[in-house]
Structures are given as C-alpha cells and as structure tokens.
C-alpha cells in the first residue's frame, strides 16, 4: 500500500492461526440436496473482525460467514455464504 506516496510498505505475515480459531460445525444434516435451505450450527462460523480504517492501518473485515461443501461422489467443491439469522 503506498497511500500515494512513493513509500512502499509490505507486510509479510509470520506464524499461522491457532487451532482453536477454526470453525466448527456441531449440526448439519449429512444429506445434501441442491436448492434445499438446511440449517447449520456451530462456532467461529464467521470471521474475527469487523472493517477498522485509521489513517495507517486499514483492515478488510473477515466477519463473513463461509459454506465450504464437497461432494464426496464428485469431488466437486462449493462454497457459499449462507443467510444467517443470528
């Protein structure tokens, strides 16, 4: 990010998430039917954060919920963000 300047600065992450920090689904059904609502329940199903912008730090929000579905007669991945109600 240069905020137009001819300063360039790139982060380089060190480390990786914590195990903890992973989703977890508690309750889907374990059939799957395209077209077909189902509930889903779990923990950490969004991101961490919320947007931030300041005048050095501007941040992406990861607060999102994500679907990923493979079908395992295929192989074929899906990935959705469902409609939540929470």
């Known amino acids: ?3 137009g300047s001819t300063d360039v600065e790139i982060y380089t992450h ?3 998430p914590h195990p903890a920090w992973a989703p977890t689904i508690s309750m889907i059904s374990n059939t ?3 077209g077909t609502t189902y509930p889903l329940a779990g923990v950490h199903l969004n991101g961490s954060r919320k ?3 300041t005048a ?3 941040q ?3 607060n999102y919920p994500i679907v990923r579905i493979t079908n395992t ?3 074929h991945v899906f990935t959705r963000a ?3 109600t929470a």
Request: hydrophobic fraction near 35%.
């Open 14 to 16: 060190v480390g990786k």
């Open 51 to 53: 947007a931030q912008l």
């Open 82 to 84: 469902p409609t939540t």
């Open 73 to 75: 007669g295929t192989g």
């Open 56 to 58: 050095m730090t501007p």
């Open 60 to 62: 992406m929000a990861t």
């Open 32 to 34: 799957l039917t395209r």
């Open 1 to 3: 990010m240069t905020y």
